[in-house]
């Protein structure tokens, strides 16, 4: 499967626009820029997101060709944030798959991310198919042509019209999408649908990007909803410790604490301690150390 920095590795800078809409020439070498969507209003970007799920689009990645490191950082972005990241699925490049994941995710989830499946070629079809979900046609949006013609006048490509064709079908996005520009750097937008379903591009450097700059368009739990994670690592294996956890897990459930462990083969085991009060956190973290015979690692 293409991805949508095809263009973007083809041509990584162009002809930066100025911010009246209009393009001013810059120097060959200097890096192109593009004005990004005007932030909201504390307030107004819609409901507090509480819970977020992840869909991983890509023949590739069930195939063993590329290695998905998305699910992995979105994880931890959430995480970082407060959200709880309740699903991730990998599934094909496939229309009915796409159409049924997505309306499922978003009809139970706050914030809904995919990845993938928005190039030029043929198998890219997750703009398409989720105009389908939610019943719009599909329309160019010229603004992300203009960016994306910006970028390949930088590099000097001359493309036949079929290329063109198969360029701008990374500009097809479903109507009435909210259409967010959230990288200066980049021609990429975030394309957001029914106000919680944003669709990224596969490629990781790119997917991390937008993901990261997305984060002012989002309504974010406040700063008391965000988890902390205190590790403990110890040598005993982890059938001596099992007992000791599950006691414990018992103990401190009705105060949102939640205890895992995990083995390493011939190494120890870590024991994770998750929840919101920090300090709570160190407390029963000293105690497991000395219970296990083990250290405090650095907290997250």
């Keep these: 499967m293409s991805s949508i920095a095809s263009g973007q590795k083809d041509a990584p800078d162009a002809v930066a626009p100025a911010t009246d809409g209009t393009s001013t020439t810059t120097r060959p070498d200097s890096p192109i820029t593009f004005p990004v969507t005007p932030v909201p209003d504390a307030g107004s970007t819609g409901n507090?997101?509480?819970?977020a799920a992840a869909l991983i689009i890509g023949d590739e990645v069930l195939n063993g060709k590329t290695k998905d490191t998305n699910s992995h950082y979105v994880a931890k972005f959430c995480f970082d944030l407060g959200i709880e990241l309740k699903r991730i699925e990998v599934i094909a490049d496939d229309e009915s798959e796409i159409i049924e994941a997505s309306r499922r995710m978003v009809k139970n989830y706050d914030f809904v991310v995919t990845s993938g499946g928005i190039g030029?070629?043929?198998?890219?079809?997750t703009y398409s198919s989720l105009a389908k979900t939610f019943s719009k046609p599909l329309e160019y949006h010229d603004e992300t042509i203009r960016r994306m013609d910006a970028m390949i006048q930088?590099?000097?490509?001359?493309?036949?019209?079929?290329?063109?064709?198969?360029r701008k079908r990374m500009a097809l996005f479903p109507a009435e999408s909210e259409i967010l520009y959230v990288e200066e750097s980049l021609w990429v937008p975030v394309v957001r649908l029914?106000?919680?379903?944003?669709i990224l591009p596969g490629?990781?450097?790119?997917f991390e990007r937008l993901l990261v700059g997305l984060k002012p368009y989002l309504a974010l739990p406040d700063e008391s909803s965000k988890s902390s994670r205190h590790q403990i690592f110890t040598t005993l294996p982890e059938s001596t410790i099992a007992p000791f956890l599950t006691a414990l897990q018992e103990r401190v459930?009705?105060?949102?604490?939640?205890?895992?462990?995990?083995?390493a083969f011939r190494s120890g085991?870590?024991?994770s301690l998750i929840g919101r009060n920090a300090e709570r956190l160190k407390e029963i973290g000293q105690e497991v150390a000395k219970e296990l015979q083990g250290k405090v690692l650095d907290a997250e």
Excluded: F, N
């Design 48 to 51: 507090v997101i509480r819970t």
């Design 120 to 125: 030029p070629t043929h198998d890219d079809i």
């Design 154 to 166: 930088r590099a000097h490509k001359s493309q036949t019209e079929e290329q063109q064709i198969a």
């Design 194 to 198: 029914e106000g919680k379903l944003c």
């Design 203 to 206: 490629i990781p450097s790119l």
């Design 253 to 263: 459930a009705p105060e949102g604490i939640r205890i895992g462990s995990y083995p």
């Design 269 to 271: 085991v870590t024991v």
